[in-house]
């Protein structure tokens, strides 16, 4: 699977999970501060766009994985 791949998928479970967590309607609710991971992971998607740093990339790079296109989404 390529880097981006990766990260649009780890973006997404994050997110489901954080929302899952943080919203008071969810079986699975926790406390609403897991919003705050919501919320950060939206903006390093969104600074990712502009400035192509990512950190998971970064990382994935390191673990061997192979590029396919353009990275976090961007």
């Known amino acids: 699977m390529a880097i981006e791949n990766v990260i649009r998928a780890f973006a997404g479970v994050v997110i489901l999970l954080s929302l899952a967590l943080g919203v008071a309607g969810s079986p699975l609710f926790q406390s609403t501060n897991w919003l705050w991971l919501t919320a950060f992971v939206g903006f390093n998607l969104f600074q990712s ?24 989404g961007a």
Do not use: H, I, Q
């Open 49 to 72: 766009a502009f400035t192509r740093l990512c950190p998971l990339e970064s990382v994935l790079r390191r673990l061997g994985l192979k590029s396919g296109g353009t990275a976090c």
